[in-house]
């Protein structure tokens, strides 16, 4: 069966540092990636996707077989990036995973000024 | 559009009392799904629909059921509510883009608490 892992519950940093928000999964197949974020008071939403391989507010993650992981990543933290971040995977090809989603257990991202 | 909209956004129940938690959804997707979020455990599939007429369970099924009548609802039953569904409960819908990938939209969330 799949699994994510993401091994930091809580993870803090100042302003300005760089910050690394960790997650590895657990798939024989041909995983689909993705990062969502919950802020204070708002529902979850996508953040980016690996498909996509694109930056959304500074934010990137590559995809590395090889160690099974999809670590996201920012250079420089904004205190706006204070939020919950789950790291997720999408199975089944061809359509049958029907956007069933397996959830890692979050990271609580606190950026200090 | 209102996109996913759930209600209540809150809700106490004794054990075993019995409610349903709304669902529903006005961008034509096929696809809905019920998770629950709990502290350290992320979300979880409770159970989820390829279309109307059509469900099936996800990791934790167990004292929830689903039905799907129409494309835009997919209403949550708790059939006997007990302290262990205390958690907060999320609807998304999504839609099938290019290249097998989905993109999920997510309702605000209902916070259930069972005394």
């Known amino acids: 069966a799949q699994r994510v892992t993401q091994p930091e519950k809580l993870l803090s940093v100042f302003k300005g540092a760089p910050v690394e928000l960790k997650c590895n999964y657990s798939y024989s197949g041909s995983p689909e990636l993705f990062w969502y974020v919950q802020y204070s008071r708002q529902r979850l939403q996508l953040l980016l996707r690996h498909i996509s391989r694109e930056s959304i507010k500074g934010f990137t993650a590559d995809l590395n077989k090889g160690e099974t992981s999809f670590h996201l990543k920012k250079p420089f933290a904004q205190e706006e990036d204070s939020a919950m971040y789950y790291c997720a995977l999408n199975v089944g090809a061809g359509g049958t995973s029907y956007g069933k989603l397996t959830f890692g257990q979050g990271t609580i991202l606190t950026v200090h000024p | 559009n209102a996109g996913v909209t759930q209600t209540p956004k809150f809700q106490v129940l004794k054990t075993g009392q019995s409610m349903t938690l709304q669902c529903a959804q006005d961008?034509?997707?096929?696809?809905m799904s019920w998770y629950r979020q709990d502290p350290g455990m992320g979300l979880r599939l409770i159970h989820y629909?390829?279309?109307?007429?059509?469900?099936d369970q996800g990791e934790v099924p167990n004292g929830y059921n689903v039905s799907r009548s129409t494309t835009e609802d997919f209403p949550l039953r708790l059939l006997s509510a007990a302290p262990s569904q205390t958690s907060v409960y999320f609807c998304?819908?999504?839609?099938?883009?290019?290249?097998?990938?989905?993109?999920?939209?997510f309702g605000p969330g209902t916070r259930l608490t069972v005394t």
């Open positions: 629909s390829v279309g109307a007429g059509i469900t």
């Open positions: 998304a819908s999504s839609y099938l883009l290019a290249g097998d990938s989905y993109e999920q939209y």
């Open positions: 961008m034509n997707h096929e696809y």
